[in-house]
């Protein structure tokens, strides 16, 4: 190993990055990983003393590029959330009120699924989530989703409830069993077919769309931190990068002097 210099490590860092006969090239996401594995070698083998350097401690991983949350405009969400279903029958009451509940809250689909009854202060217009790391938090329930869950725990629950066995979970599906989160994520695609609407909608699109609005409305980055359960207020930041976004998009169709 001590043979092994820091050029041979910038050297082997660079052809990850660049096609050879041995395949195609890594992307940067993959090729800083392995970096990262080399580096935690090096950094092995010096703490042992198998050898004298550590040739790789200058060689920085290739950065990758921060991949934006894609949100929905208001009015595509309005679609989305009127399109749930039929709000008399129980499954479209039900599924109004999972979507108004995710965008309502900025919850996760699995924490909603896992919602019990009595996480649900109507009262006092509160839901407690269990997030990542089993850490709770109690997060505003608004009008808009207050009521739809009202309705649906009155007039849509029950009718689910007598068939099944007995639970405490708010979401259930037609059997009387806890909605799981792929018949929730069905549920959300469903209602981006009824609403024609183009773009790619992923589980956390809602989630995204929460933060965003809330930004956008001059909500304070650590707020939305609280709010989305995030343990660090860097990834709650990287909303703030599609707010300055959609802000450039505006002045360059709208300021007169501008282009």
Known sequence: MQSITANDVADFAASLRSE???GS?????????TIVSVRGFHRFALLEGLTLVDPSRDVQPPSTSRRLPKALDYVDVEKLITCAGDLDSPIGLRDRALLELLYGTGARIS????????DIDLANRTVTVIGKGDKQRKLPLGDYAARAIDSYLIRGRTVFAVKGRGTARVFLNTKGAPLSRQSAWAVLKASAERAELNSKISPHTLRHSF??????????VRVVQELLGHASVTTTQIYTLVTADTLKQVYLTSHPRAL
């Open 25 to 33: 090239a890594l992307s940067a996401a993959s090729a800083a990983r």
């Open 111 to 118: 924490e909603a699924v896992t919602l019990d009854i009595d």
């Open 211 to 220: 933060a965003t609005h809330l930004l956008e409305g001059g909500a304070d």
């Open 20 to 22: 050879s006969q041995l």
